[in-house]
């Protein structure tokens, strides 16, 4: 409020200066009566910003600014903001809730690293508000012994020493603890916002919904890891968790960090940043190819969950080809068929694969289909990054691959999943329609002269 106010300041003074040098061009004009702009104020910026008096200074700062003034004052206009509380309280809320995703970012990331140190089964039990961990020789003596009476110590780890014991022990726990961390984190300060009445009904209901989702992904954890503590059917099995479980526990988490990012955008960036016609209809030419890509990129990020819950990644460490062929030949060997997409080893990693490049050719395609449109330079600067981190995620995979899944390469792999996620995410949200209110506001092209 308090910056819009300078630059109506400003501009006012810019306009009666243009007003007593050359009283003739402007005379029509009516300087601000109100606030906030309305359509015909936005006009009138216009007019002034294209006049030659008016600095390019001036001109570049008003056009950043235009979508976000006009955002709010627009609200009267259909326009439903999620913090109505003003600027401050949508910047508080906007970082809780940007401070809640990355928090779920981190859980994303520590679990990949419990899963590849094998520390995920260490816990044989589980309590919903969690336990202290041991803290006496005789309490790690103890736990020990449970996890003795897992078919993964009798099977993987049989002679471990009761420190190697505590270090995946101090993984899963870390892990566990802190998915009830971010439980209190969030439940705090959005009681907090409750209270003093700075979030909506519409963002209260999204937000409880998130709540609970978190909620059910601790149990969503304890249902996977107790698939791990079952005797596997044969003994030539290693026990692992299932595969099944496992993309659930790891899609749910993906559902939870989009949730939270996607609507700490909307509280910050109420309006995309469009400035002109000719710039809503380019977003909207990128946003029809964005969507899909969008989806394929969340498919391959899950099938990647398949392949980790197979332990497919220590198989076929070649590439192009797997092995010796570019398509193994067991690759529909189980029945019924649809098994092999989901358990087969050969078929997972096959799937993944394909799906990784095709994630890459149509980012790079989107990337390429743009580069001429007429569009805002923050869209293009995302789609360039985007198309980028795409890059960078194939390479990760492979460097993973061919180095047999070394926990920082694995770990590393993860997070540039969901890195990639985000980045779409964003470039989605930053193309979407903008209000009606907004779009009859602004002029055809964006004047820089």
């Known amino acids: 409020m308090a910056s819009f106010l300078r630059r109506k300041e400003a501009l006012s003074r810019i306009y009666n200066s243009i007003l007593h040098s050359k009283p003739s061009s402007l005379h029509r004009h009516q300087p601000f009566r109100s606030t906030f702009p309305s359509q015909s104020s936005n006009n009138y910026l216009f007019r002034v910003s294209a006049h030659p008096s008016f600095s390019k200074v001036h001109q570049a700062s008003l056009f950043r600014n235009m979508s976000t003034v006009a955002s709010i004052g627009s609200n009267k206009e259909g326009l439903k903001l999620l913090v109505t509380a003003g600027p401050r309280a949508q910047k508080m809320v906007g970082i809780w809730l940007f401070g809640s995703a990355a928090w779920v970012f981190s ?201 980790a819950g197979n332990d497919a990644g220590h198989a076929y460490n070649t590439f192009p080809k797997m092995g010796d062929t570019w398509v193994p030949d067991d690759i529909f060997d189980m029945k019924p068929l649809i098994r092999n997409f989901f358990e087969n080893t050969s078929t997972v990693q096959l799937d993944h694969r394909i799906l990784a490049t095709a994630t890459l050719v149509s980012i790079g395609t989107l990337w390429w289909s743009t580069r001429k449109l007429e569009i805002h330079p923050a869209v293009r600067s995302l789609i360039g990054s985007t198309f980028g981190m795409a890059a960078l995620q194939v390479t990760l995979g492979v460097s993973t691959l061919l180095s047999y899944v070394p926990v920082s390469l694995g770990t590393a792999h993860q997070a540039g999943a969901l890195t990639l996620l985000t980045l779409v995410i964003l470039l989605n949200h930053t193309v979407r329609r903008p209000s009606m209110s907004l779009l009859k506001s602004l002029p055809q092209v964006v004047k820089t002269a």
């Open 107 to 307: 859980m994303v990331v520590l679990g990949g690293v419990t899963r590849l140190t094998r520390s995920g089964l260490s816990m044989t039990d589980w309590k919903f508000t969690g336990n202290l961990p041991p803290l006496t020789d005789e309490e790690w003596l103890q736990e020990f012994e449970k996890y003795k009476q897992s078919p993964e110590y009798r099977r993987v780890n049989k002679g471990m020493s009761i420190e190697d014991f505590k270090f995946i022990y101090w993984m899963e726990y870390a892990h566990r603890m802190w998915g009830r961390a971010l439980g209190i984190m969030f439940a705090l300060p959005f009681s907090y916002f409750l209270r003093k009445g700075y979030i909506t009904l519409r963002l209260g209901l999204r937000l409880s919904t998130l709540f609970a989702l978190g909620a059910g992904q601790g149990l969503i954890g304890w249902w996977m890891v107790k698939s791990g503590l079952e005797e596997p059917a044969s003994e030539y099995v290693q026990p692992r968790v299932s595969p099944y479980r496992l993309a659930a526990h790891l899609t749910s988490a993906f559902i939870i960090y989009c949730g939270l990012f996607w609507t700490g955008l909307s509280v910050v960036m109420p309006e995309p940043p469009v400035e002109s016609v000719a710039w809503a209809r380019g977003a909207a030419k990128v946003r029809r190819i964005a969507l899909p890509v969008s989806l394929l990129v969340g498919i391959t990020a899950i099938s990647g969950a398949f392949v």
